[in-house]
Each structure stands twice: as structure tokens, then as C-alpha cells.
């Protein structure tokens, strides 16, 4: 992700809807897997550390992200989590070998072979230790935000599945979200395909008037309980549509190969360009 992204977001993560619901859904369901426990999590592709920052007052948190940028405004906002600039996936490697939980949210669509990112990450794990992905959804949902965030690829939900299809990975769900809002967001979509970015970075998060943007936190953070419920209680995904999938996988107790992108999945329709 771009350095003029990065820094952009961190203007407004603390307040844009999105970015506030998700990190209330992300602290039920780490609620949820812990059980009380204090955990060890490494946050991948942590950004500025809204998500890691989120969740260090209850567990031990280290983020790692490839921005200088992004992880020194993390470290400034949040001390009580650790961060780290990686670039490669080694220091990712050898943090995940103790961790009890791997978070992966909005990270493999900016790698070119996912297979061997998930497996390299999941082959460290100890038997027990949790994955918890998210991706963007939708294929035909492609836009400049996706072209300026960097991204791959936007998923379908078998495409998503293959990814873990040969390792050693238990799922304990794997759902749809950001499900009761996707028919305004895919008219926004629609309609800012047509307009010019609303800010110079080209995606297209930016804050709406306050009322507006209360009611669409509330309306995204209702789907932390059927999704902490649906983990639970081991029930069917609760959301068969929506912007983001999420899957939450559990290691298991065989070894776990480190594979690259099989030939039988088709080749990425979109290359990023990381010039900048």
C-alpha cells in the first residue's frame, strides 16, 4: 500500500465507520477465540496500527508492515504494542513460530502468491494457533480503490478456500461481512466509477457527515453477533453476501508443506503498479 494511503488512513481510522466497526467485530471475535486467555498475536500488514493498537490492552500484540511510514505512526499512536517494519517474510516467520493467533485482515490481496504467503505463515504455527483472514470480495467490485490500495485480486469465496485447500487448517468459519451495508456499497461503487477520487490517493475512504457515519458504524458493527455466534456455536456462515469474506482457521496437528500459486488457479487479471 501506498505511503500517501498509509498516511491518509491514519487521519481517519480513529472515526471513518468502516474502519471503527471492524475493529469492534475484530475485538468480539479474538474475545471469542481467546476465552479469557491472554494472547500472543501478530498482526500482519498492520498498517498504521488501528487493529493492533485495538487489541494490546488485552493481549501482546506485535504488528509488522512493509511502510517505515505506517509503522512509525503506529508506534507513535500505540505504545503498548509492539511494531516492526518487515519486507520480507522471515521476521513474520519467526514471530508467528510463538503466536496463539496470525492476522492476516486485508493482506493477501496485496501478494502476488498467496498460496505461499498463507502456507509459510500457517507451516510455523504450533497445533492449536488461529488464522484470521479477511479479504475483499467481488471480483466486479473492482475500482480505483483497489488499484490505489495495490491489490491482486478481489476474491470469491472459492477462491479464497483454495488457498488453505492442502494445509494443515481446520475452518472454523468462513463468512461473507460488511453484509448489511453491500447494497450501498456497491452504489457507491457504481456511481464513483464515474467521478473523480474523493481525495488524491485514489481510494475511496473518506469520512461522511457525522450522522451518517454513525449509523453506518452501528449498522456494520450488528454483524459482530451472529459472527462471534456463528464461531461459537460451530453454525453455518451468517452472511451469504457481502464486501469482505472472513475466514478463521485453526492449525492443525500434521505437518504443514510450503506450497506456491498450483497451476490449475487462474492467473491474477491485475498487476499492481508499485513504482511508488
Known amino acids: 500500500m501506498r505511503d500517501e494511503v498509509q498516511t491518509h488512513n491514519a487521519t481517519i481510522e480513529d472515526r471513518h ?45 506485535t504488528g509488522f508492515d512493509a511502510s517505515e511510514t505506517a509503522i512509525r505512526i503506529a508506534a507513535q499512536r500505540f505504545p503498548k504494542a509492539r511494531f516492526e517494519v518487515a519486507r520480507g517474510l522471515e521476521p513474520v516467520r519467526a514471530a508467528a513460530r510463538g503466536a496463539d493467533l496470525v492476522l492476516l485482515m486485508d493482506v493477501i490481496e496485496h501478494v502476488e502468491d498467496d498460496f505461499h504467503f498463507l502456507s509459510s505463515v500457517a507451516s510455523e504455527l504450533a497445533p492449536g494457533a488461529h ?29 479464497l478456500e483454495l488457498v488453505w485447500r492442502d494445509l494443515p487448517l481446520e475452518p472454523r468459519l468462513v463468512t461473507f461481512c460488511n453484509a448489511l451495508l453491500a447494497p450501498l ?10 467521478e473523480k477520487p474523493v481525495h488524491g490517493t485514489g481510494a475511496d475512504l473518506a469520512i461522511p457527515s457525522a450522522p451518517v457515519n454513525a449509523v453506518l458504524r452501528w449498522t456494520f458493527e450488528r454483524e459482530s453477533g451472529p459472527l462471534v455466534r456463528a464461531l461459537r456455536d460451530r453454525g453455518s456462515a451468517p452472511y451469504r453476501d457481502g464486501i469482505s469474506l472472513l475466514a478463521i482457521l485453526r492449525r492443525g496437528a500434521s505437518a504443514c508443506p510450503v506450497l506456491t500459486k498450483p497451476a490449475d488457479v487462474p492467473r491474477d487479471e491485475h498487476r499492481p503498479d508499485t513504482a511508488h
Not at 471475535?29 to 493498537?53: F, K
Not at 473492482?142 to 490505489?148: E, K, L
Not at 456499497?185 to 464515474?194: G, L
Open 185 to 194: 456499497v456497491r452504489t457507491a461503487r457504481r456511481i464513483r466509477k464515474r
Open 17 to 61: 465507520w468502516w474502519f471503527a466497526a471492524r475493529r469492534q467485530i475484530l475485538r468480539a471475535l479474538v474475545d471469542e477465540i481467546a476465552h479469557g486467555r491472554r494472547l500472543r498475536i501478530v498482526d500482519v500488514g498492520c498498517s498504521t496500527g488501528g487493529n493492533a493498537g485495538s487489541l494490546s490492552e488485552a493481549h501482546d500484540v
Open 131 to 159: 488464522i484470521l483472514v479477511t479479504v475483499p470480495a467481488h471480483p466486479e467490485l473492482w475500482s480505483a480503490h483497489d488499484v490505489a490500495s495495490q491489490h491482486w485480486r478481489r476474491y470469491t469465496q472459492p477462491r
